[in-house]
């Protein structure tokens, strides 16, 4: 009888510890022992901390314990300065993807509170250069779209959450 009650002891406590050590999946891009938290699957800790899955996120510091280490990514490179989820595109080295699907590298991009979409680009003080945006975007000069028609051809953006397709019109589905 005791080597029983010690056994059902032994296996109480062992999954008392398995459910304290589990951590949470994020839900706004931020990992790591700091926040208790692991990236979505697929995506990396970055040392920084914070999910995504570029050779930013994935190659060196990152947190194996809090998100996976390789980059499992079937997004291309941005080639005209657009990313997000509606383009399936990240933003190249250095330069973050902000709310607007624009990259850059100002806070305006980069900033987690100004929506900066960390999937998408690098965020926070990841950031690589200093005063332009990536290529051809120049979204800090455009408006916010109030139509749903965005882009180049009406100088608008969309508004957070939404990201203008290659059709010209704002939309936040893939």
């Known amino acids: ?11 109480a406590l062992l999954c008392l510890v398995n459910i304290s050590s589990t951590k949470h999946v994020s839900t706004d891009g ?35 314990d809090f998100g996976t280490c ?24 250095g330069y973050c993807c902000s709310k607007y699907c624009y990259c850059g590298n100002t806070p305006a ?29 120049s979204a800090q000069n455009q408006t916010v779209s109030i139509n749903g028609s965005c882009g180049p051809a009406t100088n608008t953006v969309c508004a957070a959450g939404y990201c203008c397709s290659k059709y010209g019109y704002c939309g936040n589905t893939t």
């Open 30 to 64: 931020s990992c790591g022992p700091d926040k208790d938290t692991v990236c979505p699957d697929g995506f990396c800790c970055s040392r920084y901390g914070y999910c995504g899955n570029t050779p930013d996120f994935c190659n060196q510091g990152c947190q194996q």
């Open 1 to 11: 009888m005791c080597k029983i009650n010690f056994s059902i002891l032994i296996l």
């Open 70 to 93: 390789s980059p499992n990514s079937t997004q291309n490179v941005s080639a005209d300065g657009t990313c997000g989820p509606d383009k399936n595109t990240v933003c190249p080295n």
């Open 109 to 137: 991009f980069c900033d987690i509170d100004q929506g900066c979409q960390p999937g998408y680009g690098t965020c926070g003080q990841n950031s690589t250069a200093q005063n332009s945006t990536a290529q051809n975007s």
